[in-house]
């Protein structure tokens, strides 16, 4: 299988390179819950700004300091080690008191090392954080070392924002879900072939979400190339706008047109399917579509139904929220806020030819 597919994008290229993550503080993510707290309960909820510092190992921190098995400890999402993130944990801590947090972040000053830890907010609550409980991410971003500096690339770079901030932006699976040189995929295709007993649940899980986050991208690609990744194609099931909630297409010309009126105002999106056993909802040319990807990877097409993976759909486009973008210099500033489960990546390289 080509690992290295060429995922079709929907803006022409401006043909201006630029470095990403330069730096810590050039990469910063805050992440957006909506939750009224008990205030009282069995479970510490924390919000922490972490730097150049992974999300498991912060979590392992937490579970040693407050002295409880690391299954305790919980967070909503993975960050990346390489930038300046503020994510919420929650710590198990039955029948104990709230820890001294100011203790906890000194000892990540101790040994004078870059990682550093810093507790914003805690509350009580009565309820694990669970995986994915998220509204949004909003990404502030910094990008360096242009190579194109004019007034006129500047220009250019702003109109592109706008565009993304109006028509947004394929929702692709960034190159992390993959792993480093795709190896995420390559052990799902050996999972798949030669079945391991003697496999975490954690990598299990890796691997089969990059099966079929490759498979839904692949799908993705297609409907750029036929120009249909935020039109209407008969059989399509649509998403409404920052829900999971999808309905299908009705083929008839009144219900046509108000779906046209609907997609133009960004209040729904096309979907494609995450490939798991059950129905896969769209009928017609939309189901035609992605079985036609689907049957081209035989392997991942009944790996994943084996694994016993229920289909869903994902929203084929995003539109990030509160674009804002200026010129530092001779470097582009540019933030946005992305609902949970979307890329910053993705948004980036429909801006830029090429991140380095």
Not at 230 to 243: A, E, I, Q
Not at 293 to 304: M, S
Not at 322 to 329: A, D, K, N, W, Y
Not at 334 to 345: H, N
């Amino acid at each position: 299988m080509d690992k290295d597919y060429p995922f079709q994008r929907v803006y022409q290229s401006l043909n201006i390179s630029a470095k990403v993550k330069s730096q810590a503080d050039d990469f910063i993510v805050e992440e957006n819950i909506d939750i009224d707290f008990s205030g009282d309960g069995e479970h510490c909820w924390i919000y922490v700004k972490k730097r150049a510092c992974n999300t498991d190992w912060v979590a392992q921190q937490l579970a040693k300091y407050c002295q409880v098995k690391k299954l305790a400890v919980a967070y909503a999402g993975l960050k990346d080690r390489h930038a300046v993130t503020s994510q919420w944990f929650s710590v198990q801590l039955p029948g104990k008191p709230t820890p001294d947090w100011r203790e906890f972040e000194s000892a990540f000053c101790a040994d004078g090392s870059e990682e550093s830890v810093q507790v914003l907010q805690s509350f009580r609550h009565n309820r694990k954080l669970q995986r994915g409980a998220l509204k949004s991410n909003t990404f502030r971003l910094i990008l360096r070392e242009l190579s194109d500096t004019s007034e006129k690339a500047f220009t250019s770079l702003t109109q592109r924002c706008n565009e993304i901030a109006d028509k947004g932006v394929p929702n692709y699976f960034g190159s992390q879900r993959f792993g480093r040189n795709n190896n995420n995929l390559d052990q799902a295709e050996k999972l798949f072939l030669i079945p391991r007993h003697k496999i975490s649940k954690h990598k299990r899980g890796l691997y089969l979400s990059a099966a079929r986050s490759w498979l839904f991208n692949i799908i993705l690609s297609e409907r750029i190339k036929q120009n249909v990744w935020d039109r209407r194609m008969p059989g399509d099931v649509f998403m409404l706008d920052g829900k999971s909630a999808c309905f299908k297409d009705e083929l008839d010309g009144e219900a046509d047109k108000e779906l046209t009126k609907r997609l133009d105002k960004n209040e729904i999106h096309p979907t494609a399917i995450l490939w798991g056993e059950g129905e896969a909802m769209v009928t017609s040319q939309a189901a035609e579509l992605e079985r036609k990807v689907i049957d081209q990877f035989p392997v991942y097409r009944d790996g994943l139904v084996a694994a016993r993976l229920q289909s869903q759909r994902r929203a084929c486009r995003v539109i990030p929220a509160h674009v804002e973008c200026s010129r530092l210099q001779d470097d582009f500033k540019v933030s946005f806020t992305l609902p949970s489960g979307s890329y910053a990546t993705m948004v980036l390289a429909e801006i830029f030819s090429e991140l380095r």
